[in-house]
């Protein structure tokens, strides 16, 4: 029997555990227009259990799954690229698009994000003018431009 996958309505799951982060991206958000419910998950091992209804959320359909997931390298408990690597191996989030949200600049965190299967890698800007415009080339470009696979078994 296949799985019917199903995106939650343009949801964003954000995983980012620096509150200040969490704030300025939420804020960012708001200030472009970009609405949609944004669930935000403070460290590695929270976006797992989200993702794959485990812990917290074992009462959450795992095949309901966000639009986006707006995701740090630097997490506690489980790290960005293991997260990554879990989304990308189960068959309900592996077409899930993974932005990379960090403030590393190095080019080995960039290689292995695309290595492990990202979709883009964003570079946190410092100043909150240019963190609020990369928000709105985000939302407009995976939110509203980009065409999302269609429902499994469709």
């Known amino acids: 029997m296949k ?13 980012e555990d620096n509150p200040d982060d969490v704030e300025l991206t939420l804020r960012a958000l708001t200030k472009n227009n970009i609405l949609n419910d944004v669930i935000v998950v403070r460290d590695g091992a929270e976006a797992i259990e989200y993702l794959f209804a485990r812990g917290a959320y074992a009462d959450r359909d795992p095949n309901n799954v966000p639009t ?22 189960a068959e309900h989030t592996r077409l899930v698009p993974v932005v990379i949200l960090t403030s590393s600049l190095e080019e080995q965190d960039r290689l292995r994000s695309y290595r492990h299967g990202a979709n883009s890698y964003v570079q946190k800007p410092v ?14 470009y995976w939110l509203v431009l980009n065409e999302s696979p269609p429902p499994e078994g469709s």
């Open 127 to 140: 100043d909150f003018d240019r963190f609020t415009e990369a928000a709105r080339q985000l939302g407009l």
């Open 3 to 15: 799985r019917r996958i199903v995106m939650e309505a343009k949801s964003i799951l954000l995983v």
């Open 68 to 89: 986006l997931i707006l995701l740090d390298l630097k997490l506690p408990k489980v790290d960005g690229l293991e997260v990554l690597r879990q989304v990308r191996a």
